[in-house]
């Protein structure tokens, strides 16, 4: 059978692909920002370092700034982006200041289309969910796959 042939090589590509992810998230991790929760946990210790604040949801907006939230903690973001809005996704970088505490923002990247993109993702999940009956069928009250 064809599948027996490929089986070991394709094993070997899915382990060569795993080890790769494995060495880029630890190169990531070592050279990424230090997370807020640290930073917010001991200020003075990270005064001055660059945080990252990803896929945070902006609650509020003054001319000074605005303000980001995500499970719970809400961080104030001095500058940054232009046109913002409460309710947009945004992610940004910037250096942690203790004293505030605050962020004064050096980038960021407002996701316009997350709102879709989470729809879509939802869609795509009740599509398959909907056409299981299509896939299986219970028989002897056993799940049996069809075909």
Excluded: N
Aim: aromatic share 8%; hydrophobic share 50%; proline share 5%.
């Amino acid at each position: 059978m064809v599948l027996d042939r490929v089986r070991v090589p394709v094993i070997v590509a899915c382990l060569l692909a795993m080890g790769w992810m494995g060495w880029e998230a630890t190169r990531f991790a070592e050279t990424r920002s230090v997370g807020i929760r640290a930073a917010l946990r001991d200020p003075p210790a990270f005064d001055g370092a660059e945080v990252l604040l990803m896929m945070w949801t902006v609650q509020a907006v003054d001319p000074a700034g605005w303000v980001a939230e995500k499970y719970g903690r809400t961080v104030a973001v001095r500058g940054g982006c232009e046109g913002l809005r409460p309710g947009q996704t945004v992610t940004a970088t910037g250096r942690f200041r203790a004293d505030g505490p605050a962020v004064d923002a050096t980038w960021c990247e407002v996701h316009h289309w997350r709102r879709a993109k989470q729809g879509l993702g939802v869609l795509g999940a009740l599509l398959a969910l909907a056409t299981l009956p299509w896939a299986f069928r219970i028989e002897g009250g056993r799940l049996v796959e069809r075909g």
